[in-house]
């Protein structure tokens, strides 16, 4: 069984920054993919940004150049760094994890508020 538990999230000015983390306990191990989600209100939930276990990344085009996402695989976290934040990046972002390749087991955090507002 994995745990997801996110943190980080908060309410910006237009143009700031914030760091999410999102720590992973429990058997988490390769092969797995972790990333970031976010549903606004009234919208689906939508992929943001993902990274493999061997270090490949992946960022939806709305978010390119401005959000890195990272992993500290000794702590088993993942961090998604936001930069140049914009009003509609307000949403609640969700953790993910998907662990395995032949049986995959899909893991989601609780989720945190991040509000992009002046």
């Known amino acids: 069984q994995v745990q997801l538990v996110e943190s980080g999230g908060g309410l910006v000015q237009p143009g700031e920054s914030l760091r999410l983390s999102c720590a992973a306990s429990g058997s988490i191990f390769p092969p797995y993919t972790m990333a970031w989600y976010r549903q606004a209100p009234g919208k689906q939930r939508e992929l943001v940004a993902s990274?493999?276990?061997?270090?490949?990344?992946n960022y939806a085009d709305p978010v390119k150049g401005r959000f890195t996402i990272s992993r500290d695989s000794a702590k088993n976290t993942v961090y998604l760094q936001m930069d140049s934040l914009k009003p509609e990046d307000t949403a609640v972002y969700y953790c993910n994890a998907v662990v395995g390749t032949v049986t995959r087991y899909f893991y989601w955090g609780q989720g945190t508020q991040v509000t992009v507002s002046s």
């Open positions: 990274i493999t276990s061997e270090g490949s990344t």
